[in-house]
């Protein structure tokens, strides 16, 4: 992969001056996709960090209407480091100091709201998570925003298949799409479709470039640009989030 010409590119910082300085619509916009990007990695930070679910749940909401309100990161500028980890630092300054006045006031009293996430499953997650050892709060956030786009991307993959009447054949193919291939398996799973094997192996090799094609796309929305190289380099950071 060729180096970027600076450490922190611009094109990942577009969203935050819509934030600043872009209209209502636009910041509204901007923070609709950095919610979808980040709220579940914040809040899974702020869960590792002892917080309540409660609490979790109300630090993340008051830290994007931060946002939203053009109360946070006035100043920033990519000479500070990656949007990703400005967003973790702002949201730890936030919960240490600007969330703990809001506790004052009766929860809920006079606030916005934004829509909160389904955190069943997270919960589920974050609690076998917290329990592996040596795990920090970095890696943690880095690996709930990996998930967040992995999930993202494969559930807008669903609708391609749905919308074109192939929910069936996403089914099928969604259990072995992140699996290394064993050719038992996928025999297996192709005389239960009716399908040939080398059939079903290349309907899930067109599956796996599409889903490539879906986190490309999810990654180079939250980023608001097109350029490869920095698609691709987020590409590699989100699976080396796993390692």
Known sequence: ??????????????????????????AHSALETLCGAY???????????????????DAVQGFFLTLLRRETFAKADAAQGRLRSLLLTAFNNYRHSEWRKTQRHKRGQGTEHLPLHDLGDAEHRLSRDFEAPGLSVETIYAREWARAVLDRSLT?????????????RFALLAGPLMQEDDAARLAELARGAGMKPDALRTALHRMRGQYRAHIERELAATLDTNDPAVIQREVMELFQAFD
């Open 1 to 26: 992969m060729p180096p970027s010409p600076t450490p922190f590119p611009n094109t990942r910082w577009t969203l935050l001056e819509k934030l600043r300085n872009g209209s209502d619509d636009d």
């Open 39 to 57: 709220w579940l990695p914040l809040y899974a930070v702020a869960r590792f960090e002892h917080m309540s679910e409660q609490d979790a749940q």
């Open 156 to 168: 807008a993959l669903r609708h391609f298949y749905e919308e074109r009447g192939q929910a069936e």
